[in-house]
């Protein structure tokens, strides 16, 4: 008396089984195929450009095989090439006394017979500040480069930025992450337009200070003085080399400007993954986080340190810059010069110098709260443990432990950069810097 099952009805639910799991497997393929797009268009479009940038610094090999005597013998040649067209610069510099953010003074020391000859101006004084240690501070930047992309660096990013596509992916559900690509290749045309703004503003400045006028000297002595056609082209000359260092400087920021933006997605992953439960269990959560905090060891190293070099480098031409305003309000430049106009070259230099260095501290910043957006995941899987219902109320404990003791900070100059901290500085070094100026408690006048 048993029921016989309908051959046919055990082909229909055959048939269905295998249509579902094909579904789900066309799903999953179309969801990998999307992901793999995006990461060949990011090489294409970001990475490619970015290694462009690091081999016309002579960062990275143009060949592939690295190990070859030819793709040796090119990389220390154009680093070579870029070592004495820096070295020439500086140079250059020093014999116009031209840089970036230097005004001639009214002093007396620099004229002849003690009196103001304004259509003379020396570099006597400030040499060591105004010429050694920024140019001896940006040296250092371009070998520490070389020594840092010597190390697989670009191969780590794009390792980097693969586990980044894959996991946000995975996370948000996004097959194409649009927003990360887009963002990244802002940071590239944000560099561009900085060493344009830069190359525009020597022009400008030359403008304002009247310092390309044919009767202006450049006096050294009265048996040394450059004039007329020689001082045109040396600071064409000085010009050229500002574009180069200005490459070294945005290369350092924009590099570590990346790597933090991969690293804010890839916390943001982990986080959302743990939220929504898309992990089987909490010990693939625990090595998502240790992963992530390895990354953070390689953002807080060598590439944190080649950045703080740049910043550090940035900011004293950023308060110098700022200082210049305060001596131009109070006529003690030197030659003469429209104040309008050179009050407004020298603001525009103070933000371009601050733009950069706030940039890469906002960067810092946001790597540290996307940590803390984690750590906040970690807290609430111990109020909700019905998401892992599987998982033993002491591993949930265990695992908020764990997200508290891991360090996913960003830091520079090895100091971890937190972002209710910066808020507080910037608060106080705006107040401070207002004070200054509304009371004159700096005058650094009095001393001369």
Request: net charge positive; charged share 20%.
């Amino acid at each position: 008396g048993s029921v016989r099952a309908d051959p046919r009805d055990q082909d229909d639910a055959v048939r269905d089984h295998v249509i579902t799991n094909s579904t789900e497997f066309d799903v999953r393929i179309s969801h990998s195929d999307a992901t793999g797009e995006a990461i060949r268009v990011c090489e294409k479009w970001l990475l490619h450009p970015y290694r462009g940038a690091l081999i016309l610094l002579g960062w990275l090999n143009y060949y592939e095989d690295k190990r070859s005597c030819r793709a040796k013998l090119q990389q220390i040649f154009v680093i070579l090439v870029y070592f004495c067209i820096i070295m020439a610069s500086f140079i250059i510099q020093f014999l116009v006394c031209f840089q970036r953010d230097i005004i001639f003074l009214n002093e007396e020391v620099c004229v002849a017979n003690k009196t103001i000859d304004v259509h003379r101006v020396c570099c006597h004084s400030h040499i060591v500040t105004a010429f050694v240690v920024p140019d001896l501070l940006i040296l250092i930047s371009y070998l520490f480069g070389i020594y840092l992309f010597s190390h697989a660096e670009t191969e780590y990013l794009s390792k980097l930025a693969e586990e980044v596509f894959t996991k946000t992916a995975r996370a948000t559900g996004e097959q194409f992450p649009k927003k990360l690509i887009v963002t990244i290749s802002a940071y590239f045309l944000a560099g561009i337009a900085w060493i344009v703004s830069s190359f525009v503003l020597r022009l400008l400045y030359l403008v304002a200070f009247k310092y390309w006028d044919s009767d202006i000297v450049i006096y050294w002595s009265d048996t040394f003085q450059i004039s007329g056609s020689i001082k045109h082209g040396l600071i064409m000359g000085s010009i050229i080399g500002f574009i180069f260092l200005d490459l070294v400087y945005a290369a350092s920021i924009i590099n570590y400007a990346i790597q933090s933006e991969l690293n804010v997605h890839l916390l943001k992953a982990i986080a959302r993954s743990v939220d929504i439960k898309l992990y089987r269990d909490l010990d693939e959560a625990y090595k998502e986080i240790d992963n992530a905090e390895r990354n953070l060891r390689v953002l807080n190293g060598k590439t944190a340190t080649g950045a703080s070099l740049v910043i550090f480098n940035l900011s004293i031409s950023a308060i110098v810059s700022f200082q210049k305003l305060e001596q131009l309000s109070n006529g003690k430049a030197l030659p003469p010069h429209n104040l309008a106009h050179s009050l407004f070259v020298t603001s525009l230099n103070t933000l371009l110098w601050a733009a950069m260095v706030v940039f890469a501290f906002v960067q810092a910043s946001r790597v540290t709260a996307a940590g803390l957006g984690l750590k906040r995941s970690g807290v609430s899987r111990r109020s909700r443990p019905f998401q892992y219902t599987a998982s033993q109320q002491s591993d949930l404990d265990s695992f908020v432990l764990y997200t508290q003791a891991v360090k996913l900070r960003a830091k520079l100059f090895g100091v971890p950069v937190v972002p209710r901290v910066m808020h507080a500085t910037v608060a106080v070094l705006c107040f401070v810097l207002i004070m200054i100026m509304r009371t004159d408690l700096y005058n650094p006048y009095q001393y001369v």
